[in-house]
């Protein structure tokens, strides 16, 4: 940018690094620069669409001034400030592989609109920029080509003001910034370095030249823009701005303009932090502006006795710096107070979902028993007047909260019927709880307890490892390291498994010295007691030693570390976290422009494995249309230039793919159509097993297929190693070793949250690949954009828990498998969550609760969705009452 260059280094500007806060997405940074406030982490889901912005506001105060304000670009200022631009063409923020159109729609008016005099402020958004660092990175060779264009841009915005004030006699200011940074992926949304830095230009006539140090810019925060723009357009501050003005702008102005200044500055924030903290007096930052103001006081005395002593000037710089420290201190202590809880909401929230998890603790004897009926008493009579009072109750203290609070509240801002719902619900969970607890205690079932679960001395190692795990990772979440490194702890869980795995077939291939396989045969015995579901059939219920031998044997020794390697192998694809989300990986080699050539071999190489893994399960018509469907991704990823065929030139011209795109949902769709008539024949029309099994893999086969589509092109060995770990597993140790049904349903939790990692996710926003919701639509559709973005995100949980489904239905068609994993897996998703949001709740005034906590709790809220969708798909699959009628298969050891 050679122009704005030339202006930063010699030309009458100020320059800075602004710092935005996270979110670090478009919504809540044009508020933080608009308002001067701190926005809430929320307004990242508001992102998508953002409702009018009601706060005080830059625009706001402009409009209300009569000042004029016409908009072109992004619509989300559109959104944000409805009816407050007398002229605007939006454009659509989320479509990001436009970085073309979308620029052009915004210059196109610029020749007409820097010719007119009917405006007094233009502003214009950018998103090319944007949109290019989400499809190809920061590396990619279109940024400079769209730097260049926004410094034409530029050059000629400034040019026009130029000769606009040579005509007029006024100066005018162009401010160039930006609303966030980008990561070295491309992305953002996060609080790392280059996400959270954004450049702030100030370009005006009314600037004294001085040469800028364009190596080493003064860092201020995004929020002070506000500040310095009402000042400068002689505007009332917004009343909720915790920003302070950049006093540079002003430093060539009369001292005693520039003291005015930075009073109205203080005073507007000293009023902020009276609204906000109860014992603002013993504030230092308002201490420092009392200081001040008596400072200022005398300084105005002696100015109106025409004082020109030194004594003036001396006192005049004393006053500004003591001005510049309360503005420093009162900006700082605003930021980290300001911050406002719907304490009633959060109290709500967390008191239902402390409920339901209560509730399913509860149930878990029954849950996990025999015959896998959960049954929650609703309508006892004993506990229809407790209902009642309760609803009264909570009614009582809505109504209280309601009509006392000074504050927002979302549940208060509900109307009263759906208000009335929600006590309802809480009170029914509450009485379900008391219910479920005193029939347990009536009947007994705590004293018949050990029929239903092993004591702690009979559990095996596995059973003790996976809980013991399970809660270790649970506990990890209070810290914000462990939350920062999460996947750390899955990769020490995923590893510590494979070896107690390669333990365990040790202990059955190589039994004790009377040649029974002692250890392996205590546990059957313990399983079998409490009737614990074992996957295995009824005429092969021979112990494993005697069922193994010759090569099976050696395959079932080898395969935990098999599956070891291969987890070792992914986490050197892609870095993540943030201690190591710098380092280079294998991912950041093969996306290079230079070995273009080895990530199409590899992608080529991965495209075939997951072929040949996946096709043994599916009928005749859906193996053809996977295939053809996998040839279609390599040839999407070819048009778009993320990979070469081998006769194709490396210089050839780029498309967006939509065409070979579109050709692979087609075969999605088809095979996800076949599968889901199978299943619904199989149930519905005829009750045949093998139907059924096929329809299930069917299924599989098409969010296969759906995530080699839209995983990027060096994902792809994450996708063909997880399907590979999948058949190791199940042939080699789940079927051999006759794990429990809850037993592996962790393992596939278990490897599904590591494989959420291996694929580069991590719990900051900025690692959320965008550009997944996009592949194959021409035009920003907000359903399938969203759908799209959170299936790609979490291709690795999704996958392991369909191919969940479809293990337990294959090996136990007529038990409680299903049933007793769907509760398991809703168990083991539920205590995450309803102690993360504890924690949370407890931790609201932490240091790091939007930079780390905040984002993880989005994470798991989203995670919780795509787990009832799960559940859904096992409840889907799960028929008790029908089974094969040419082979019966059996849970358990007495072979009934």
């Excluded at 909720?240 to 200044?261: A, H, I, M, N, T």
């Excluded at 539920?830 to 005034?845: C, F, G, K, Q």
Aim: include cysteine; charge should be neutral; proline fraction near 5%.
């Amino acid at each position: 940018m050679p122009y704005t260059t030339y202006l930063v280094e010699k030309g009458a500007s100020h320059s800075f690094v602004a710092e935005a806060k996270p979110p670090t997405v478009t919504m809540p940074r044009i508020k933080a620069l608009m308002t001067g406030s701190l926005p809430g982490f929320v307004d990242v889901i508001r992102n998508l669409n953002s409702p009018a912005l009601l706060e005080d506001s830059v625009i706001r105060q402009a409009k209300a001034a009569g000042k004029r304000v016409i908009f072109y670009g992004d619509e989300t200022w559109v959104k944000l400030f409805p009816k407050h631009f007398v002229e605007y063409d939006g454009t659509t923020s989320f479509f990001v592989s436009d970085y073309t159109e979308v620029d052009d729609n915004v210059t196109r008016h610029l020749d007409t609109v820097l010719k007119r005099g009917d405006w007094d402020m233009l502003i214009l958004h950018y998103l090319g920029l944007d949109h290019i660092g989400h499809i190809s990175g920061p590396s990619s060779p279109l940024i400079g080509r769209k730097l260049s264009e926004m410094d034409s841009v530029l050059m000629k915005i400034h040019t026009s003001l130029l000769s606009k004030e040579r005509e007029t006699l006024s100066p005018s200011l162009l401010v160039l910034c930006g609303d966030h940074g980008m990561s070295e992926t491309g992305s953002h949304g996060a609080s790392s370095t280059e996400e959270v830095s954004t450049p702030l230009i100030l370009i005006s006539s009314a600037f004294e030249r001085r040469p800028g140090d364009i190596r080493h810019p003064k860092r201020v925060q995004q929020t002070d823009l506000a500040a310095t723009l009402a000042i400068g357009l002689g505007l009332p501050i917004p009343k909720d701005s915790v920003g302070s003005l950049l006093f540079p702008v002003v430093e060539g102005k009369p001292v005693r303009e520039q003291l005015r200044f930075l009073h109205l500055n203080t005073v507007q924030l000293s009023r902020l932090l009276r609204e906000n903290v109860p014992s603002y007096e013993k504030d230092p930052g308002f201490e420092q502006f009392k200081m001040a103001e008596r400072l200022h006081g005398n300084w105005v005395k002696l100015y109106l006795e025409e004082s020109r002593s030194d004594v003036l000037l001396s006192l005049g710089t004393k006053v500004l710096r003591q001005y510049l420290g309360a503005l420093k201190t009162l900006s700082l202590s605003l930021s980290t107070q300001v911050a406002q809880y719907d304490s009633y909401s959060m109290a709500v929230g967390t008191v239902v979902v402390l409920e339901v998890l209560t509730l399913l603790l509860l149930s878990t004897p029954q849950a996990l028993c025999r015959r896998a009926d959960l049954e929650v008493p609703m309508r006892s009579p004993v506990f229809s007047l407790l209902f009642y009072l309760v609803v009264l109750v909570l009614s009582a203290i809505h109504v209280i909260v309601c009509t006392s609070t000074t504050s927002s509240c979302y549940l208060c801002s509900l109307p009263w019927l759906v208000a009335g719902g929600l006590m309802v619900l809480v009170s029914a969970l509450l009485c379900a709880i008391v219910s479920t607890l005193t029939r347990t205690l009536i009947e007994g079932t705590l004293l018949r307890k050990k029929a239903a679960f092993p004591s702690f001395s009979r559990w095996s190692e596995m059973d003790l490892l996976l809980l013991l795990g399970t809660a270790g990772h649970v506990l990890s979440l209070g810290a914000s390291s462990f939350v920062e490194e999460e996947h750390q702890t899955w990769y020490f869980l995923v590893n510590t498994l494979c070896l107690a795995l390669s333990q365990e077939t040790c202990r059955i291939c190589f039994p004790g010295g009377d040649g029974k396989p002692q250890q392996h045969a205590h546990v059957l015995q313990d399983r079998a007691a409490y009737k614990a579901p074992m996957l295995h059939r009824a005429d092969h219920a021979s112990p494993p030693s005697e069922a193994l031998g010759g090569p099976a044997q050696w395959a079932v020794l080898v395969s935990p570390w098999l599956v070891l390697a291969c987890c070792r192998l992914l986490r050197s694809l892609n870095q993540t976290g943030v201690q190591g989300a710098h380092r280079p990986d294998l991912g950041l080699w093969l996306t290079s422009s230079d070995h273009k050539v080895e990530l199409s071999g590899l992608a080529a190489l991965s495209l075939l494995m997951i072929f040949l893994l996946v096709q043994r399960g599916c009928s005749l018509v859906s193996r053809a249309a996977l295939a053809l469907g996998l040839l279609g991704v390599f040839c999407y990823r070819a048009a778009i230039g993320n990979v070469l065929f081998p006769w194709q030139p490396g210089n050839k011209g780029f498309s967006k793919g939509i065409i070979e795109a579109r050709f692979v949902y087609v075969f999605v769709l088809g095979i996800l159509f076949t599968g889901t008539k199978d299943l619904l024949k199989s149930q519905v029309i005829a009750a045949d097993f093998k139907i059924k099994i096929v329809g299930l893999w069917e299924i599989y086969s098409g969010l296969v297929l759906l995530a080699a589509l839209l995983l990027r092109p060096h994902n792809l060995p994450v996708l063909a190693f997880s399907l590979l770990i999948q058949t190791v597993m199940t042939k080699f140790i789940w079927k051999p070793l006759r794990h429990e049904a809850a037993e592996i349903t962790v393992m596939h939790y278990w490897f599904g949250q590591a494989f959420f990692y291996f694929q580069g996710n991590s719990n900051n926003i900025a690692t959320i690949d965008i550009s997944a919701g996009f592949v194959g639509l021409d035009t920003y559709m907000e359903i399938p954009a969203t759908f799209l973005t959170v299936f790609g995100t979490y291709a690795g949980p999704v996958l392991w828990a369909s191919h969940l489904v479809h293990f337990l239905s294959s090996e136990a068609s007529s038990g409680p498998a299903l049933s007793q994993a769907c509760f398991c897996y809703a168990l083991i998703c539920s205590v995450p969550v309803a102690t993360y949001l504890i924690l949370v709740t407890s931790l609201r005034y932490h240091l790091f609760i939007w930079s780390v906590f905040s984002p993880k709790l989005l994470y798991e809220g989203m995670h919780l969705l795509i787990t009832a969708a799960l559940c859904a798909l096992f409840t889907a699959a799960d028929q008790h009452s029908r089974t094969r009628p040419s082979e019966r298969w059996t849970l358990g050891t007495d072979g009934s």
